[in-house]
């Protein structure tokens, strides 16, 4: 009897659930939610009309409010508002609701997609080795793929240059694929099959699922540092740092002359962690903290933090005297490479214009940083009807340079056709004979 009661709690518990998932949003609440997020851009964001004018933005809503005139469930409501993301900066965005994200943790198990002049994209099946033309994408032609991520992605921050690898996991991420998305391919007798690309929860060759790994090849005096974030979980800062520390005093006994540091899928994190890293290639005895002026936003402003000072024109910004006291570790003076990619995020973005500055036997190899630090701090609000979460950023800096607008320029150009990749020591060394 307890087993039958159990067994008929669980099924109830696992329909209400579906039920809540599936919950279908008002056309009022939706209009309300959108409404709620305008008027927090606008009080939050030291910069809300950067991307585009006050007019743009509010004719976007105002559009948006008007294509909604039916019920729609909270994923298909989401993925109708996420063209709002292409008007924010990188640090802020409207998100997907926790447990559909959650089950996005796993990495998609995508292939090397080879495309012709022709915007044709070939890939290798996996059972023959033969190559195989796709030809659609969850039903979509692959034009249609493009030009949705294209029409979603940051004004300012355009794909550039971007292989058909990224637009699928940009399509997979705005779309929310859970588990996977099916595909339409061409074999070598000229028939259409059907396959899918899946979430592989045992994939563990990816760099994003480690925090960082440190290499020294004594032989050569070679040393490779991947570091994945600036900010790792809390309980194991004090690791990190010791084993970073530790691996300086490695590099420092085996007289490793060459140095390179890959933050080519850094997603960012602690300014002053960032700091710290670069402080053990820098002679001075003090460094700025890696921007050249900030704005800060209304609710940054109630902190009344030390290091701000208000001014008429900027309203807060960051004091010129605000720097950082560098590490007393051991110093690195051989030559440093740093390795950094379209998916250099943030605080990695600083960390390579930090290193291109100060450190004169560092060079960047490749490609173009894209303008992703200069926002940063991102506050979450939750919307109340949907209680879908948006960031907003609350902080607008510059880089340190001569670039501030652009960010970091590569020394060396080098295509990295997938940032997910763990590079090896010949890996990085051939980079540097391009």
């Known amino acids: 009897m307890k087993k039958t009661l159990f067994f008929l709690f669980l099924l109830c518990s696992c329909t209400i659930f579906s039920q809540k998932s599936d919950k279908m949003l008002k056309v009022d609440a939706m209009h309300e939610d959108l409404d709620y997020f ?86 290798m099946d996996a059972k023959t080795g033969d190559t195989i033309e796709l030809l659609s994408v969850d039903n979509k032609p692959l034009e249609e793929i493009r030009s949705f991520c294209k029409d979603r992605y940051s004004l300012v921050e355009p794909m550039k240059d971007a292989n058909f690898l990224n637009y699928m996991r940009w399509y997979c991420n705005t779309n929310l694929i859970t588990d996977s998305v099916c595909y339409t391919y061409k074999d070598k007798n000229g028939n259409t099959l059907l396959a899918h690309f899946k979430r592989n929860k045992e994939k563990k060759d990816i760099k994003s699922l480690r925090q960082y790994n440190l290499i020294c090849d004594s032989i050569n005096s070679v040393a490779l540092m991947e570091i994945n974030t600036f900010m790792p979980k809390l309980i194991r800062m004090g690791k990190y740092k010791k084993d970073v520390g530790k691996y300086f005093n490695e590099l420092k006994d085996k007289n490793i002359n060459t140095l390179f540091i890959d933050v080519s899928c850094n997603s960012g994190g602690s300014v002053a962690l960032v700091n710290w890293l670069a402080s ?155």
């Not at 809300?48 to 729609?72: F, G, M, N, R, V």
């Not at 003090?286 to 109630?302: A, E, L």
């Not at 500055?357 to 609000?381: H, Q, R, S």
């Open 280 to 434: 053990f290639f820098i002679k001075e005895s003090s460094i700025y903290v890696g921007t050249d002026t900030q704005k800060f936003s209304k609710h940054r402003n109630k902190q009344k933090l030390d290091w701000l000072v208000y001014n008429n024109r900027e309203g807060f910004v960051q004091k010129k005297s605000y720097w950082n006291t560098t590490s007393s570790e051991p110093k690195f003076f051989g030559n440093v490479y740093v390795i950094q990619s379209r998916d250099s995020f943030s605080g990695a973005s600083v960390f390579a214009s930090l290193m291109q500055y100060y450190v004169k036997n560092c060079k960047i190899i490749g490609e173009e940083g894209e303008v992703k630090a200069f926002y940063a701090d991102p506050l979450i609000f939750t919307m109340p009807n949907s209680k879908l979460r948006f960031s907003l950023s609350s902080m607008y800096g510059r880089f340190v340079g001569k670039d501030k607008q652009k960010g970091v320029v590569p020394d060396i150009h080098y295509n990295i056709y997938d940032s997910q990749k763990i590079f090896s020591i010949e890996d990085v060394m051939n980079m540097t004979e391009r």
């Open 38 to 123: 305008y008027a927090t851009l606008l009080e939050t964001h030291p910069y809300p009309y950067l991307i585009i004018s006050q007019d743009t933005w509010k004719q976007t809503i105002d559009s948006l409010k008007t294509s909604i005139t039916t019920p729609l469930t909270i994923k298909e409501f989401l993925i109708k508002i996420s063209v709002l993301n292409k008007y924010l900066d990188a640090h802020s965005k409207i998100a997907g609701p926790k447990k559909i994200l959650k089950k996005m943790k796993a990495p998609l198990d995508l292939p090397f997609f080879e495309e012709d002049d022709n915007q044709r994209v070939f890939v």
